[in-house]
């Protein structure tokens, strides 16, 4: 069942920027996008800042890398809202549909590096069971990670599971293909701020 609360309670101005986008953009605005918007003093503004420092911040990890983990961690979840977002996110920063597909459909016959596979492996598991074992660290960094590199997967983890939960308490709507192509040029230009 859908939650009403993105679809109503926001300030005048904010209404007038969901015009404007949906008049610019020929799409609405996105439910990821209302969510931030409706008390962004609570949790919208945090969240952005947090998945910011997560996913564009500085870190070893490509963009293309972190947006797959965000892909691979919303499959696991199976958050069809956030597995097209980030796919279609993922695809465009890497240039190559195939590369992440094919993570997304076996992450130990995919074409990535060992240390993005083993960290997709870690990610799953605390995807699937809520905590990562000490053993499973160091198996991320016997496979070429470094320790800041499974930190800050471990961001991108925290973020998305609490995304892809609230993507799915709230319902959020599924865009077409263009709406989510238009959303991942989105996501490169300007981030998630």
């Not at 300030?11 to 439910?31: E, H, I």
């Not at 962004?40 to 490509?62: I, L, N």
């Not at 997304?104 to 016959?109: I, P, S």
Request: glycine share 8%; net charge positive.
């Amino acid at each position: 069942m859908r939650l009403e609360i993105l679809e109503r309670g926001y300030r005048p101005a904010t209404k007038a920027l969901f015009a404007v986008v949906r008049l610019v953009s020929r799409q609405d605005m996105p439910d990821a996008a209302k969510l931030m918007f409706y008390r962004p003093d609570f949790y919208g503004a945090r969240a952005k800042a947090f998945t910011q420092e997560a996913m564009r911040g500085p870190s070893e990890w490509s963009v293309a890398e972190r947006e797959l983990m965000a892909a691979y961690v919303s499959a696991v979840n199976s958050s069809a809202f956030c597995v097209g977002a980030h796919t279609a996110t993922a695809s465009r920063a890497y240039g190559d549909s195939g590369l992440v597909a094919a993570a997304l459909e076996d992450v130990e016959t995919a074409p990535v590096s060992d240390p993005l596979r083993a960290t997709l492996r870690m990610l799953g598991r605390l995807t699937v069971d809520g905590t990562v074992s000490t053993g499973q660290v160091r198996g991320v960094l016997a496979a070429g990670a470094t320790a800041s590199q499974v930190a800050d997967a471990l961001a991108v983890g925290a973020a998305f599971n609490l995304t892809n939960r609230l993507a799915d308490a709230f319902d959020f709507a599924v865009p077409s293909a263009q709406g989510f192509e238009s959303g991942a040029k989105y996501l490169l230009r300007r981030g998630y701020r």
